[in-house]
């Protein structure tokens, strides 16, 4: 039980490796976790101090085409998409967007264009940041070059 709530904690995943207990100890991410859990109560104690990184999803697409269509996260709140990178494993590049979709994953609307990530790092650019509570985000690709096996994509966002 201890790991998996680091995990689902308000659906974000939680990028750090450590944090600020309140009597300014700096300890692992094991250790938080035995604070704030009551085990006794069955029980999430929250008594931390300090900060929680950027949320941030990131989705990893295995063996991708050319033709990639599907969805990969639900927005549980109204979001601001801040930042979307993402980055390729062998072969040359993977052109490909993300897309808001309605409550249904029907009806997509660009969130960031046409782009070709790269074995480096790749920022891809954002045209329509707002997406509704309940609405879906998709991934697709339209072009490969090289036999790319592995693409990495994270998206970061604000909560409205």
Not at 32 to 61: H, M, R
Not at 94 to 104: R, V
């Amino acid at each position: 039980m201890k790991r998996r709530i680091l995990g689902i904690f308000l659906g974000l995943v939680l990028t750090f490796s450590t944090i600020a207990i309140a009597d300014s100890d700096w300890i692992g991410v094991e250790a938080i976790l035995n604070k704030v859990f009551d085990s006794t109560n069955d029980a999430l104690q929250v008594t931390t101090s300090g900060t929680i990184g950027t949320p941030v999803f990131s989705i990893p697409v295995t063996n991708p085409a050319g033709s990639e269509d599907f969805l990969i996260w639900r927005a549980p709140v109204a979001i601001t998409i801040t930042a979307v990178n993402g980055v390729c494993m062998d072969g040359t590049n993977l052109t490909c967007q993300i897309n808001e979709c309605d409550a249904n994953g029907d009806n997509a609307v660009e969130i960031c264009s046409d782009t070709a990530v790269t074995v480096s790092n790749t920022a891809l650019t954002i045209t329509n940041a707002v997406v509704d509570a309940g609405d879906y985000i998709s991934f697709t690709s339209s072009a490969e070059t090289g036999d790319v096996t592995k693409m990495m994509l994270s998206v970061e966002y604000t909560v409205n």
